[in-house]
């Protein structure tokens, strides 16, 4: 039988990551050059001398400890982030992944373990930069040979008796090194159909590899993928699509249960005799485009709160200026109205300048409001301040014809506030009693919810009128947006400024019942 061209112990000794072994005590019995390397240590001071917990940071070594009878039951811990200590003094991050080996009793003997630098954590130093950029290079290239490892020793198997022994314990490292990768690696035919996934790859997509061996690479993918996919595979096996093969690319994955999910993958061929694989490493960007989008709306909201913060400031400014010609016109309404009494060919001119004047004041009186600075915070009960608002629109309500319900037991929940948040939930219930028909109600609501390791209450208004037009729900909230005669625009970017003022978030949409309904969402603190 020909020796295979691939070099087992050279592999394990320069791989790109580490591995070692270690017994029932935790001792090191066997650790590859790799690993050496990253501890700066010699083989002769560490193996059958040191525990590998000794070359852990204290709090690493606490999360070993902590984790370490859990494995010992389990028989299995993938992805666990320590920090090592190397000879020199600093510290590195890393990945590591590790299984059980259990005597004939079924007691723990020893374990096996992977370990890889964290690239994902922030490093600052130019040289480790580079040394990860080539150990990812090392690591692609290194799958690649895996695969066709894999797949020829599978073709040797039953042949000789020291052939199967060699192929045994060749699999066996390769094997570790693929299960314990933390990226979905799958090999596929050139038509497509999926022949091996590893574990990283099952819990991606949520198939076991026996499921996939029946199915074509494209049900992970989202089906708008699955066209184009089947012509990049026809043009390679007519000719080689250089598109194919490559670098990674971001697309969209789909799992077993049919969600959909943004994910890197890089295909790389692999010659097998007359064969031709393809080997595609996968990538899940769930967690990073999640950041990425939080980093996006945190600037967005950054950016708008400095535009209305300058646009607050100078209509505070005008606002103010503006108050005493109007109080002057005022005044001189009364004085004409003392002089001349209510005489009838000036009344109908008197009224309109009258009624112009309050409009203007109001309006004045919205733009402090909204110019006004953020006052202090304190932790206050929510009930009495949602009795209050709910109270305080009783007269409108009535005048309207409409009933407010409140569906509220705040109870004990607290939430940091000054008294503008009262002023807020009056003016929603206030537009809710505007824009509802005759007879019917406005509904005050508050529930508890938890999100982003923190408790919430939002209290939401819910009326039953037109609702809100889809064009309109964009703009709701922007100063001088309405849509009701005689308003001025702002009461809803008052409400809004109000509620981020108190940390919290304010959001509009229609109930699928008719009617709108405006939601606020504050946090909850301990009383």
Request: hydrophobic share 40%; net charge negative; proline share 4%.
């Amino acid at each position: 039988m020909p020796s295979h061209p691939f070099d087992l112990e050279d592999f394990y000794q320069h791989a790109p990551c580490g591995f070692h072994a270690l017994d029932a005590a935790g001792m090191i019995v066997a650790i590859n050059d790799t690993e050496l390397e990253l501890l700066q240590r010699d083989r002769d001071e560490v193996v059958g001398k040191r525990r590998f917990l000794e070359f852990l940071t204290p709090a690493s070594k606490q999360r070993f400890v902590r984790a370490f009878p859990a494995f010992k039951t389990t028989s299995r811990i993938d992805g666990f982030t320590f920090e090592v200590v190397r000879k020199d003094g600093t510290t590195v991050p890393i990945i590591l992944s590790a299984s059980a080996v259990y005597d004939d009793a079924g007691q723990f003997a020893r374990s096996r373990s992977v370990l890889m630098v964290d690239r994902h954590r922030c490093v600052t130093d130019e040289t480790l930069q580079k040394s990860y950029a080539a150990s990812e290079r090392r690591s692609s290239e290194r799958a690649v040979e895996l695969s066709t490892v894999i797949a020829t020793l599978h073709e040797e198997i039953g042949e000789r008796e020291r052939a199967e022994r060699l192929l045994r314990q060749s699999e066996e490292r390769a094997v570790a090194v693929v299960n314990a990768a933390v990226e979905g690696m799958i090999t596929t035919d050139d038509h497509g159909a999926v022949e091996a996934i590893n574990p990283a790859g099952e819990r991606i997509f949520g198939w076991l590899e026996r499921e996939l061996l029946s199915h074509n690479i494209t049900v992970l993918m989202a089906e708008a993928d699955h066209a184009e996919h089947h012509e990049q595979l026809q043009r390679y096996r007519e000719g080689g699509d250089t598109q194919l093969i490559g670098g990674g690319r971001e697309m969209i994955g789909r799992r077993r249960d049919g969600t959909l999910f943004p994910m890197e993958i890089s295909i790389s061929e692999v010659q097998i005799g007359a064969r031709r694989l393809l080997h595609a490493t996968v990538r899940d960007l769930t967690e990073r485009k999640r950041a990425e989008s939080r980093v996006a709306q945190l600037q967005e909201d950054v950016r708008r709160n400095e535009i209305l913060a300058a646009i607050g400031s100078l209509l505070a400014g005008f606002a103010h200026e503006a108050r005493n010609p109007l109080f002057g016109i005022s005044a001189v309404l009364d004085a004409f109205t003392a002089r001349f009494g209510e005489r009838a060919e000036y009344a109908e001119h008197v009224a309109l300048l009258r009624r112009d004047v309050g409009r203007l004041t109001a309006l004045m009186q919205d733009l402090l409001e909204f110019g006004r600075p953020a006052a202090a915070l304190c932790p206050r009960p929510l009930d009495p301040v949602l009795d209050a608002a709910v109270a305080d629109c009783v007269a409108l309500a009535a005048q309207s014809a409409v009933v407010v319900e409140s569906s509220c037991d705040a109870g004990q929940l607290c939430v940091a506030m000054n008294e503008r948040l009262e002023h807020a939930l009056q003016n929603l219930l206030q537009n809710a009693i505007q824009f509802s028909p005759r007879g019917s109600a406005v509904t005050l609501a508050a529930t508890v919810s938890r999100a982003d390791g923190q408790h919430w209450v939002e209290c939401s208004v819910r009326d039953h009128g037109p609702g809100i037009t889809p064009d309109d729900l964009p703009h709701l909230f922007d100063p001088f947006f309405t849509r009701r005669r005689g308003g001025t625009g702002l009461g809803l970017a008052i409400v809004q400024r109000i509620v981020e003022e108190h940390r919290g978030t304010i959001r509009a949409s229609n109930h699928s019942d008719g009617g709108a309904v405006i939601a606020v969402r504050l946090p909850l603190v301990e009383s």
